[in-house]
């Protein structure tokens, strides 16, 4: 079954601006979260956490507030940015 189908938490029927929220919005939402709570303990914007990492700002933004899911292969650099942020910037400054 779709994640998009699969309804993690379901709209409180007494609010009616209330909606319902998918799997996938739920794991969009976690994610984005994660990834803005890296970039304020790294005491960065978005934007010059985009520029440190080479991100997309565009991209960073879509992240947290949870409208697009990274692909993959973001995710696994951006664990490696979460373990290591300082390695990871002196690499990318130097290249």
Known sequence: MNKE????IPADPTDRDD???SAAGLERGLMGRRIRKLRTRLGLSQA???ERY????ANIRQ???GRTLPPAAVRAYL???????EH????LQAA
């Open 48 to 50: 010059e956490f985009a």
């Open 79 to 85: 664990r490696v940015i979460e373990a290591e942020p």
């Open 63 to 65: 992240y947290e507030i």
């Open 5 to 8: 189908a699969i309804i993690a």
């Open 88 to 91: 990871v910037a002196e690499l």
């Open 19 to 21: 909606g319902a929220v």
């Open 54 to 57: 080479a991100i997309p700002l």
